[in-house]
């Protein structure tokens, strides 16, 4: 959905004969919510995702960088997962990582923003014994830093089924048994509910859990990674009641490709999990 085409829309979104800017919409937001670039459809300006963003009442936008953290500011927004660094399961990676993710850690803590993301090269062979292992050496010599600097640092998981052949981080446990090595409050999981429900399934079960190790959410509809309606197989709204009952504090992102209007199913989205 390009510019030309994403504004006109907007006032589908909030009923005949208002306009966008006039309309704010209140949540009740006790799950803090937030959604990446994708969820807006292609092409359309951080500045558009922004207002729309804030209108539609989130909290902020899921993986944004430093650069853009001046427009989330203008509407109120932050970013919630901040860029971090990739491929700590492999000690040959360790010294690249370890400059990425100090400057990274900095730029957040800068920014005001809460959150680093980490992920992991594919296994190529290792083993998650290993991999966990190397994995939690390279952690403990940042951890120090994200503690200074309040910033927690989230190891995401993905499906190796689907969408990631042959990822490492591929199981809850991998990266829960990461944090636990590590024993630190800023170092925790990134845990996408789309990856886990093909890998895993049980989803409300691990998250009540596990909760203590859990610094974030992504959602998606499975099958597909589209919207979080009737037409997949995961109840939102239960996964986001239960998340809210643990009393979580943390964000959870939509992170997923629309199939029809992007703000439409964006609120809809929003209103799920607004529980």
Do not use: W
Request: net charge neutral; charged share 25%.
């Amino acid at each position: 959905m390009t510019r030309r085409l994403f504004l006109p829309a907007i006032t589908g979104v909030v009923g005949v004969g208002t306009t966008a800017a006039a309309q704010q919409i209140k949540r009740k937001g006790r799950l803090k919510q937030a959604a990446t670039r994708g969820c807006f459809g292609k092409g359309v300006p951080m500045e558009d995702m922004c207002r729309e963003g804030a209108r539609l009442g989130l909290a902020g936008l899921d993986l944004v960088s430093s650069p853009d953290y001046p427009t989330l500011k203008k509407y109120g927004l932050i970013s919630v997962m901040s860029g971090g660094t990739s491929g700590i399961n492999k000690k040959e990676n360790h010294e690249k990582c370890e400059k990425q993710i100090i400057e990274n850690i900095g730029k957040a803590a800068d920014g005001g923003m809460p959150n680093v993301i980490v992920t992991f090269a594919t296994r190529q062979g290792m083993s998650d014994a290993e991999a966990i292992d190397n994995s939690a050496t390279f952690l403990k010599k940042v951890k120090g830093l994200a503690e200074d600097r309040g910033i927690t640092i989230c190891l995401e998981v993905f499906n190796s089924r689907v969408d990631h052949p042959d990822a490492q981080a591929d199981r809850s446990k991998f990266c829960f048994d990461i944090c636990k090595a590590v024993g630190s409050p800023r170092v925790k999981v990134l845990f996408d509910i789309y990856h886990m429900q093909i890998m895993e399934g049980d989803i409300i079960r691990t998250i009540r859990d596990n909760i203590q190790h859990i610094g974030h959410f992504h959602t998606a509809g499975n099958p597909g990674r589209h919207e979080i309606d009737d037409t997949q197989e995961l109840n939102y709204r239960a996964v986001a009641q239960a998340i809210v009952d643990l009393n979580y504090t943390g964000y959870l992102g939509h992170e997923y490709s629309p199939l029809r209007n992007p703000l439409e199913s964006l609120n809809q989205a929003i209103t799920i999990c607004d529980v």
